[in-house]
């Protein structure tokens, strides 16, 4: 687990740029849990990582509260699910994705995926609002993700200093 503290908006641009850059070598993770209260930052880092992208710059991000999932044309593709009014089923799209190596999945509202549906490889991130930014905490989950999470804090450290 690693807590990471963003003061700015371009602080939050930029972890999301690393995330990105530490994903490309990550082929194996392509699965990030968000959860935080509403207003925390989920759907503002999520539109960071996929501008992040190539092909990032022809998407439309926005919160997939009403849609439940929306579809990226990124490289690679992106697929952003709201689970908040999901407790009881999964979107078809997501458990479509789940599947598929290729897809990089968002999740807001995290804590609506049952156990089960989860991949092996993916990391937790909760955003919490606070006086000052966000606080991140980042929990991984199997061994490349804990490798990820190793590399992401440590390039965060040295991005910082």
Sequence with gaps: MAQISLATLDDTRCFADLLVRALENAPEVKTLLLRGDLGSGKTTLTRFMVLGLPGGTEAE?????????????????????????????????????????????????????????????????????????????????????EALLRHLCEQWTVSKV
């Excluded at 009881?88 to 804590?111: F, K, M, Q, Y």
């Design 61 to 145: 991000v926005a919160s997939p509260s009403f849609t439940l999932c929306n579809h990226y044309p990124t490289v690679p593709p992106v697929l952003h699910c709201d689970l908040y009014r999901c407790p009881g089923s999964l979107p078809e799209d997501l458990l479509e994705a789940l599947d598929n190596l290729r897809t990089l999945i968002i999740i807001e509202w995290a804590e609506f995926l049952p156990d089960q549906e989860r991949p092996e490889e993916y990391l937790d991130i909760a955003l919490k609002a606070c006086e000052e930014g966000h606080l991140l905490t980042l929990q991984a989950s199997g061994f490349k993700a």
